[in-house]
């Protein structure tokens, strides 16, 4: 079954659970509402939308200056609107192929500028990728899992007070998983003897510490691995993270580092780790034998959909707002994925291109079976939303998605511990 919920929200905000306005603690509100309640057209449709800005919660009659433009991609059109009575309409025109047309707002109000942007889609459902699937996939990522299993698991463990209690215990954990590589995470276990799913977080983009550590997951039942990715551990200092990170050339630099060469990637031991990782969980005595679980957002996302594509053992997948997704996108002049390697020189060369394609979430997206739960919001500049409808658009295996217009690289804390709930609704 394939369910999309599509989640709106009033004048383009939500309330939290203090019941702050939206934005939090900002002068200014944009209220801009498409004139089709989904915010999705067809090809050749006409999308128009009201624009409304506030100061003070009081409508403002300025003058908003906008550029209109596809999905991370240069402005194809620009112009100017007063707002009279603090409205205005502005009409930003259709696309002829399946894709996301960005609407970019500008204000100037006593001497400060504000700015906003919408996005609304054209037949996206029809949207597909430019990552060609590779005829050795398979046998390539099933050699590299092999070879990187000829050296045992080895696990130490350190219990961390700090993170325990009376209900659950955490153990940071350091896990050898191939012959040059290890990982940390923070293992957190109920305390009530038993047997339990087990669930893999894998973490977003960047050099740092494990900083959201969770513990609603094991409350609710369940084990719960959240991992870091290079071997680095977590009592670290950040100046200690900083350094290694000023190390790349880019900010998250690591994810360039040996792209010519399949074989030589930086990612390709953080794939071969995710499976590791689901090796340990499922060699504790308190796994159930049955439930694996993962799940991520953003390069976490991305990660969870890998590992799903990757191991048959796992039973469910929640990834939000997934990076690496059909990364050489903009060679097909629309938005690519995180980490938009277009803005990088020389990023998308032949042999680059051939290399992602064994590495891109799109490839491995073809290959899951079990039930899969997406998330992801059409105002996104990191992981936008052309390219998570064509992850969307590939799996064929039971799905939900929930879409929520409004957001950009965030999830809220009620989607967030929904996650927890669809997840116990798969259990085998």
Same mark, same amino acid.
């Given at each position: 079954?394939?369910?999309?919920?599509?989640?709106m929200?009033?004048?383009?905000g939500?309330?939290?659970?203090?019941?702050?306005?939206?934005?939090?603690?900002?002068?200014?509100?944009?209220?801009t509402?498409?004139?089709?309640?989904?915010?999705?057209?067809?090809?050749?449709?006409k999308?128009?939308?009201e624009?409304?800005?506030?100061?003070?919660g009081?409508?403002?009659?300025?003058?908003?200056?906008y550029?209109?433009?596809?999905d991370?991609?240069?402005?194809t059109s620009t112009?100017?609107?007063?707002?009279?009575?603090?409205?205005?309409i502005?009409?930003?025109?259709?696309?002829?192929?399946?894709?996301?047309?960005d609407?970019?707002l500008?204000?100037?109000?006593?001497?400060?500028?504000?700015?906003?942007?919408?996005?609304?889609g054209?037949?996206?459902?029809?949207?597909k990728?430019?990552?060609?699937?590779?005829?050795?996939?398979?046998?390539?990522?099933?050699?590299?899992?092999e070879?990187?299993?000829?050296?045992?698991?080895?696990?130490?463990k350190?219990t961390?007070?700090?993170?325990?209690?009376?209900?659950?215990?955490?153990?940071?954990?350091?896990i050898?998983i191939?012959n040059?590589?290890?990982?940390?995470?923070?293992?957190t276990m109920?305390?009530?003897?038993?047997?339990y799913?087990?669930?893999?977080?894998?973490p977003?983009a960047?050099?740092?510490?494990?900083k959201?550590?969770?513990?609603?997951?094991?409350?609710a039942?369940?084990? $719960?691995?959240?991992?870091?990715? !290079?071997?680095l551990?977590? @009592?670290?200092t950040?100046?200690?993270? %900083?350094?290694? #990170?000023?190390?790349?050339?880019?900010?998250?630099?690591?994810?360039?580092?040996g792209l010519?060469?399949?074989?030589?990637?930086?990612m390709?031991?953080?794939y071969?780790?995710?499976?590791?990782?689901i090796?340990?969980?499922?060699s504790?005595?308190?796994?159930?034998?049955?439930n694996v679980?993962?799940?991520?957002?953003?390069?976490g996302g991305a990660l969870?959909?890998?590992?799903?594509?990757?191991?048959?053992?796992v039973?469910?997948?929640v990834a939000?707002?997934?990076?690496l997704?059909d990364?050489?996108?903009?060679?097909?002049? $629309?938005?690519?994925?995180?980490? !938009?390697?277009n803005?990088? @020189?020389?990023m998308?060369?032949?042999? %680059?291109?051939? #290399?992602?394609a064994?590495?891109d979430?799109?490839?491995?997206a073809?290959r899951?079976?079990?039930?899969?739960?997406?998330?992801?919001?059409?105002?996104?500049?990191?992981?936008?939303?052309?390219?998570?409808?064509?992850?969307?658009n590939?799996?064929?295996?039971?799905?939900?998605?929930?879409i929520t217009?409004?957001?950009?690289?965030?999830?809220?804390?009620?989607?967030n511990?929904?996650?927890?709930?669809?997840?116990?609704?798969?259990l085998?």
């Amino acid at each position: 079954m394939h369910k999309i919920i599509l989640m709106m929200t009033i004048l383009c905000g939500c309330l939290n659970a203090t019941a702050e306005n939206y934005p939090y603690r900002n002068d200014y509100l944009w209220l801009t509402v498409p004139d089709h309640a989904d915010w999705i057209y067809k090809t050749g449709e006409k999308a128009k939308v009201e624009v409304t800005l506030c100061k003070y919660g009081i409508p403002q009659n300025t003058e908003i200056s906008y550029e209109i433009g596809p999905d991370e991609m240069p402005a194809t059109s620009t112009g100017k609107v007063q707002l009279k009575n603090g409205r205005a309409i502005i009409d930003m025109g259709t696309l002829k192929k399946p894709g996301f047309l960005d609407l970019r707002l500008k204000a100037t109000i006593d001497g400060k500028q504000t700015e906003h942007h919408v996005k609304v889609g054209f037949s996206p459902e029809q949207l597909k990728p430019y990552t060609k699937n590779p005829n050795d996939f398979d046998a390539f990522w099933k050699q590299t899992i092999e070879t990187a299993r000829q050296t045992p698991v080895s696990v130490t463990k350190e219990t961390i007070n700090k993170f325990s209690d009376d209900e659950v215990i955490c153990q940071l954990v350091k896990i050898r998983i191939d012959n040059r590589h290890s990982i940390y995470g923070y293992l957190t276990m109920p305390r009530k003897a038993g047997k339990y799913p087990v669930v893999l977080t894998p973490p977003g983009a960047g050099i740092k510490t494990i900083k959201n550590h969770d513990d609603k997951y094991t409350r609710a039942g369940l084990i $719960r691995l959240e991992m870091e990715i !290079h071997g680095l551990n977590p @009592n670290m200092t950040e100046e200690q993270f %900083k350094e290694i #990170t000023s190390a790349f050339d880019h900010e998250n630099g690591y994810l360039m580092n040996g792209l010519d060469d399949r074989d030589n990637y930086y990612m390709k031991h953080v794939y071969v780790a995710c499976v590791r990782a689901i090796d340990f969980l499922t060699s504790l005595p308190e796994w159930d034998g049955r439930n694996v679980a993962v799940q991520g957002g953003s390069q976490g996302g991305a990660l969870s959909l890998i590992t799903a594509g990757l191991d048959e053992r796992v039973t469910t997948c929640v990834a939000n707002h997934p990076a690496l997704s059909d990364m050489a996108g903009y060679l097909d002049n $629309r938005a690519g994925g995180y980490p !938009h390697f277009n803005r990088t @020189n020389k990023m998308l060369t032949p042999e %680059k291109v051939q #290399t992602m394609a064994y590495y891109d979430v799109v490839n491995f997206a073809r290959r899951i079976t079990c039930p899969v739960y997406l998330t992801w919001g059409y105002n996104d500049n990191v992981c936008p939303p052309t390219t998570s409808y064509i992850v969307w658009n590939l799996i064929t295996a039971p799905k939900d998605a929930l879409i929520t217009p409004i957001n950009e690289h965030w999830t809220s804390t009620d989607t967030n511990n929904y996650q927890i709930i669809w997840i116990k609704k798969h259990l085998k």
